[in-house]
């Protein structure tokens, strides 16, 4: 079997090892690949393992061996699963490889928001605490979770977690998942949308992007909102008409946090990048070492499960 890695670079750069795919065919391994390169490299693979590098239909057509497509991640917009489908190539993502990884993140995020670390860090290194006439100063308001409601919209995996986190620091969490929910543990309640983002402090993405989700968090979504209420979004950009929430972030009707944005990497015009009220890092909620390591390891027993006629993970 010829396996083919089109953009190995970002699940490893260097740190982790390719050796338990190479055992199972002949494996290439490309750490980048652009779109009109994609099916030069793919054309006469059996496998092929994408994380960004989109293979549509015509990707498909033009691949007459294929008959697996790993998507190195959860989520599988990359993949046309439809022309897929037609041409019985098997399909397989990467689920819960990193659910802890992220949670830890959104409250990496939404800790710096309420104590505003590398504000005050800052201050103390260009000599503003040696000048101070007092033991400490604050540049900002700081404030404490105990209390606050967190809203959670979607609650896979890594929502499930970010709710435990929520607890352990004593906050009162709402959930949002597109059918009700009710056996659910102390101190999660299931909300409608609406009253989700109304009644939150703040609101945590966790939903995949469909139909249904694409720009949910919109000009009207975001007229519910409590006057300064923080938005994390570590799922996908697409969840968010950045445009409008550009509008709010510089009305200083709210704040952000967000590790993803619509395009990757962004346009330099995206209207967030100079928005205020804003913090954005380069969508590595999911990057943690144990975290790809784990991702890795998942990626390979799909594309053995697959060989061996019993393929895990398969996505329809």
Known sequence: MKIVVLDGHTLNPGDLDWSSLAALGELSVYEHTMAADIISRSKDADIILTNKAVINAEVISQC?????????????????????????????????YG??????????????????????????????????????????PLASLKGKTIGIVGYGDIGQQVARLALAFNMNVLINTSTPKTDLPAGVQWQTLNKLLSQSDIVSLHCPLNQATDKMINAQSLELFKPNALLVNTARGGLVDEVALADALNDNRLSAALDVLSSEPPMADNPLLAAKNTIITPHIAWATTEARQNLLNIAVDNVAQFLKNSPCNQVT
Not at 66 to 75: E, M, N, R
Not at 106 to 111: C, G, H, K, M, Q
């Open 64 to 96: 007459p061996q294929l008959k697996y497509i790993g998507v190195t991640a959860t989520g599988t917009n990359v993949v046309d699963i439809a022309a897929a489908s037609a041409q019985q190539i098997v399909v397989t993502n990467v689920p819960a």
């Open 99 to 140: 659910p802890d990884a992220v949670a830890q993140m959104v409250f990496a995020l939404i800790l710096q928001h309420t104590q505003q670390v590398d504000l005050h860090d800052k201050a103390v290194k260009k000599g503003q605490w040696s000048q101070s006439r007092d033991f400490c100063f604050t540049l900002s």
